[in-house]
């Protein structure tokens, strides 16, 4: 089992910057290296459903919300098993718990959630 842990959220002011960063520990299946998995950002407002906001595939390809484009940056390092999630010119309407993802091959595991809050 994967576990996922991000780290980097906190309070920030409208116009400022975040990075969130997800790292990965436990037990790959055998076989399997990291690299393998497609990895994900993911957020949830209050009173709102969870929403994809970035996501880069193992081959590098990466996917963003309309609403984050040119703004957020998803990048991965697969030697440290790690997927982060650079956020510039940030707005209120960011503000919500940043979930990671790990998923591929049957494998679909989240972690925790950081808490972004953007005061205006």
């Known amino acids: 089992q994967v576990q996922l842990v991000e780290s980097g959220g906190g309070l920030v002011q409208a116009g400022g910057s975040l990075r969130l960063s997800c790292v990965a520990s436990?037990?790959?299946?055998?076989?399997?290296?990291?690299?393998?998995?497609?990895m994900g950002w993911y957020r949830q407002a209050p009173g709102k459903e969870r929403e994809l906001v970035a996501e880069?595939?193992?081959?590098?390809?990466?996917n963003y919300a309309d609403s984050v484009k040119g703004r957020f940056t998803i990048s991965r390092d697969n030697g440290k098993k790690m997927v982060n999630l650079q956020m510039n010119t940030l707005k209120p309407e960011d503000t919500a718990v940043y979930y990671c993802?790990?998923?591929?091959?049957?494998?679909?595991?989240w972690g925790q959630g950081t808490l972004v809050t953007v005061s205006s």
């Open positions: 880069i595939i193992s081959g590098g390809s990466t």
């Open positions: 993802r790990l998923f591929r091959g049957g494998v679909n595991n």
């Open positions: 436990g037990t790959i299946p055998s076989g399997i290296i990291f690299s393998f998995y497609d």
